[in-house]
T-cell receptor, first 115, second 114 residues
């Protein structure tokens, strides 16, 4: 089991640039979550997918943020244009939801710095 | 408005002693609670959980207690070991154990002193 894989591990970009974060969930997991961690707000849920369909995106801060899950093994979180206040650690997590729910399994995160 | 609160940003405990991490919640619809542990530069990992129909769940050195009337839960680690030094997140769900409704606290940084 390779776990949830996120790339890149670190991203430094200038304000106004587009940023794309990538996630490969654990094989067999049917739910995928994007979280953001900051000192001020802790871990916040941005969006989650169930069977590749976005279920709740109420946590997405603005229209600058978008997420896709084109298939069961890949998801992206895009910020366009990026701003300094978007600097945070972004985590992807997956789980198997159904009769026997599994807890969230997190990737190691992408540390985003927007200058 | 924070629905899950961990009021101690950090806690220092001597090796071998008991560590008690606390968590309070405000949403009475929460019915499942979890603790996650996070090391630097890694993602949080699941530690232990408890359903609202129970008041205690034990797994080795880790025990979680739930007091529904006080809307309070705690994680006990005994005996504490150096490898327990990490940030601990309390999380709560209102979807019967499903991960879609997880709300996290801000975390408590536990430091185990040798």
């Amino acid at each position: 089991d390779a776990g949830v894989i996120q790339s890149p591990r670190h991203e430094v970009t200038e304000m106004g640039q587009e940023v794309t974060l990538r996630c490969k969930p654990i094989s067999g997991h049917n739910s995928l979550f994007w979280y953001r961690q900051t000192m001020m707000r802790g871990l916040e849920l941005l969006i989650y997918f169930n069977n590749n369909v976005p279920i709740d995106d109420s946590g997405m801060p603005e229209d600058r943020f978008s997420a896709k899950m084109p298939n069961a093994s890949f998801s992206t979180l895009k910020i366009q244009p990026s701003e300094p206040r978007d600097s945070a650690v972004y985590f992807c997590a997956s789980s198997k939801q159904g009769l026997n729910n599994s807890p969230l399994h997190f990737g190691n995160g992408t540390r985003l710095t927007v200058t | 408005d924070q629905q899950v609160k961990q009021n101690s940003p950090s806690l220092s405990v001597q090796e071998g002693r008991i560590s008690i991490l606390n968590c309070d919640y405000t949403n009475s619809m929460f019915d499942y609670f979890l603790w996650y542990k996070k090391y630097p530069a890694e993602g949080p990992t699941f530690l232990i959980s408890i359903s609202s129909i129970k008041d205690k769940n034990e797994d080795g050195r880790f025990t979680v207690f739930l007091n529904k009337s006080a809307k309070h839960l705690s994680l006990h680690i005994v005996p504490s070991q150096p490898g327990d030094s990490a940030v601990y997140f309390c999380a709560a769900s209102d979807s019967g154990g499903g991960a879609d409704g997880l709300t996290f606290g801000k975390g408590t940084h536990l430091i185990i002193q040798p």
